[in-house]
């Protein structure tokens, strides 16, 4: 069985339902409120476990009611959260709005994801060890990922870096430690100042990714599946599953976790098992919530 670990964030998700997003100045009313389990490096953690991947994080949380949830939620579907420090500044909070056509927008407090450090990192070194790859995203500070990019990396294991939410000027060192960078569209612009609106002008910008160095680039297209781009000019855009579309909060984090336990060397048979769950995860509301088993994801295929 792979082994993966997370060093990453975690998020309790107060989730509002509403027809659509406000304006700069306007009052709407909400359908719903929803509290869940959330933070992108836990919903991968979480997705890895479901999927059937052995599987440890290395994050933070506060000594709070939140905190409990979310590593209770983990432990759930087998997630070793030995790696998780308990810390007195409270656990990081996300505030998601989510259209009734399943757009969302999120606004992040980091809480105790702002202070996971190298420390952490080197508490759970043992983790990385025993891991066949690492997996991370930004929500937590970007000199914590990097010291993990290159001490997984020292270890020989495979580095899968999403970068979400995304920030212009990041080391090129991460990327030449990634083996694989999964941005979408939006944040695959922000990465490099180059415009997404088409595919090939995603092809174009994924090359300028693999000029700074990252061994290959996925970049998630929503509707239009995903762009997976190598050096040596190689490319493939595998389409999307067709599904209706609830609410995509942890699409993303889905697909990245599904790729991460699919990939075996078949490049397109990861890519189609990591699209099926995601267009699974879409057709349900909620981060870890929507996150489908693997037999869900068998059957869908």
Not at 230 to 258: H, Q, Y
Not at 260 to 278: C, F, I, P, Q, R
């Amino acid at each position: 069985m792979k082994r993966a670990v997370v060093v990453g964030s975690l998020n309790l998700d107060y989730s509002i339902g509403l027809e659509r997003m406000p304006k700069p100045g306007q009052t709407v009313s909400a359908d719903s409120l929803r509290l869940s389990p959330g933070g992108k490096g836990a919903n991968q953690a979480y997705a890895l476990g479901r999927l059937g991947c052995a599987t440890a994080m290395i994050g933070a949380v506060g000594k709070d009611d939140a905190g409990r949830m979310l590593t209770g939620n983990l432990r759930s579907v087998g997630v070793d959260v030995s790696g998780i420090r308990e810390s007195d500044t409270p656990t990081g909070q996300a505030f998601i709005t989510v259209e009734r056509t399943g757009e969302n927008a999120i606004i992040i407090l980091a809480g105790a994801n702002g202070e996971v450090s190298p420390a952490d990192v080197d508490r759970g070194r043992k983790l990385i060890e025993d891991a066949d790859c690492l997996v991370m995203q930004l929500e937590i500070p970007v000199e914590t990922v990097l010291y993990a990019a290159r001490l997984a990396k020292s270890l020989g294991k495979t580095v899968v870096l999403d970068p979400a939410p995304a920030v212009s000027g990041l080391p090129e060192e991460l990327f030449t430690l990634a083996d694989f960078v999964k941005p979408n569209e939006t944040e695959l612009a922000v990465l490099t100042g180059m415009p997404t609106d088409t595919v090939e002008q995603c092809e174009t910008a994924a090359k300028a990714l693999l000029q700074k160095g990252a061994g290959m680039v996925l970049v998630s297209l929503g509707s239009k599946g995903v762009l997976a781009v190598g050096k040596g000019n190689d490319s493939i855009l595998v389409p999307a599953v067709e599904s209706e579309v609830v609410d995509t909060t942890a699409a993303g984090d889905c697909f990245t976790a599904a790729f991460v336990s699919a990939y075996d060397g078949d490049l397109k048979k990861a890519l189609l098992y990591a699209n099926t769950a995601a267009s699974i995860a879409v057709s349900r509301p909620g981060a870890q919530a929507s996150i489908p088993s693997a037999e869900e994801v068998r059957e869908r295929l």
